[in-house]
């Protein structure tokens, strides 16, 4: 039984993923998603220690869908030639190794490429491939640390915090995905492949976005402010009588439309919140004037009647409210698939919907090496070769 494509959109390219833990994992996975043969190439168990959590835990789960998976030992010589010959049928190599690693292994780029001048090699390292800290290994909150972001996440006074998610390894495998999507369309008209390159450092400091490009136009460092927004006041987390919620009253129009649903009209002809300079100046006092309004009601109520006056404003959930909102559900965000047991489990869909070739998930993350034999068949390996293979412990 042939193995099931997510898409359509990508079902003409074939990934051999080298990737492990989670900025790689999260590159492959969003051209599995979208169809890609993603072939999972994992060290046997004996070979190497296993990297990236629990397989049967919900983030291994997540990562790994719609992926199919075989064992290879790369540091025998048998494994290692297997491998070279699957990569001149192959369309993308990904590895998130540090850098002298795959040269070590004789697997860089510029080796891969004399086999496949056609190859895709994209490569995610903690940061960068060279300069001075390019073999140094990466980790998310170090690159976090770093790159900027816990120095403006937080209360002000408070320290360096790290954000909830390892923002700053799903942004490095997504920009890498990205990466190498564009170079498969520039290599429908150059007939030539490519190496795309990311880093979690740089990735994250690309994520700063307007607070990097507030430094490097104005000269402005950013600091720690909490649940206000840095620059469009009042924008925050306001106490109502049964919880918190957010508002963001930002721009003259917007503040006008709040101070008159939350009967507030006072604050209007107060001159220190005439403009929104003078709201960002006076911030702390305007929140807590603010906070004397939104008390009197519950969130639910807040949320209907600012959203109908056109004001933005929203509950904050935790994760089990935010998976029972209606919008939520009817997005469709998760869905889900078949375990091996037969008993279903829910995982994140992706978050974009193509109107002709959408993404599944259609099979569940693989056990390791399950499909070590049916991917070397279809790589034209005999079943002499195979086996030859396992005899030399290179699968």
């Known amino acids: 039984m042939p193995f099931p494509h997510a898409s359509k959109a990508l079902a003409r390219f074939t990934v051999l993923d080298l990737t492990r833990v989670r900025s790689g994992p999260t590159c492959v996975r969003q051209l599995a998603d979208w169809g890609a043969n993603v072939i999972k190439i994992e060290s046997p168990p004996e070979a190497e220690e296993p990297m990236g959590g629990p397989r049967e835990g919900g983030d291994f789960q997540n990562l790994h869908r719609n992926k199919r998976s075989m064992t290879l030992n790369l540091k025998a010589p048998e494994g290692l030639a297997a491998f070279k010959r699957m990569v001149k049928k192959a369309d993308v190599v990904v590895e ?15 080796t891969l490429a004399k086999l496949n001048p056609r190859i895709v090699y994209a490569s995610i390292s903690g940061f960068g491939q060279d300069g001075p800290y390019s073999n140094r290994p990466g980790f998310d909150q170090i690159a976090q640390g770093m790159g900027g972001l816990m120095s403006i996440t937080g209360l002000p006074g408070q320290g360096p ?27 429908e008209k150059s007939g030539k492949g490519q190496h795309i390159t990311t880093s979690l450092l740089q990735a994250q400091i690309f994520m700063l976005d307007f607070q990097a490009a507030r430094y490097l136009v104005q000269g402005e460092v950013a600091r720690q402010a909490g649940n206000n927004h840095p620059t469009s006041i009042p924008t925050g987390v306001f106490k109502t009588k049964d919880g918190y919620i957010n508002i963001a009253a930002t721009g003259q129009r917007i503040w006008q439309r709040f101070c008159e649903a939350a009967g507030a009209v006072a604050l209007l002809k107060n001159p220190d919140y005439q403009t929104g300079e003078s709201r960002s100046k006076h911030r702390d006092a305007l929140n807590a004037e603010i906070e004397t309004y939104i008390a009197g009601r519950t969130s639910a109520e807040w949320v209907e009647r600012l959203n109908e006056a056109g004001v933005p404003c929203g509950p904050i959930y935790a994760i089990d409210q935010m998976f029972a909102d209606p919008q939520v559900r009817h997005l469709k965000v998760a869905q889900s698939v078949t375990r091996k047991d037969k008993s279903r489990m829910q995982l994140l869909a992706q978050p974009v919907t193509l109107s002709r070739t959408p993404s599944r998930l259609v099979a569940r993350p693989p056990e390791i090496g399950e499909h070590t034999e049916a991917v070397l068949r279809e790589f034209g390996f005999a079943a002499r070769e195979i086996a030859a293979l396992r005899k030399a412990n290179a699968l």
Not at 161 to 178: E, H, K, Y
């Open 161 to 187: 915090v790290r954000v909830g998610i390892p923002v700053a390894d799903l942004t490095a495998g997504l920009f890498a995905a990205l990466g190498i999507l564009v170079a498969l369309l520039e290599r």
């Open 96 to 110: 998130n190794f540090r850098p002298d690693v795959k040269r070590r292994l004789g697997i860089d780029y510029k």
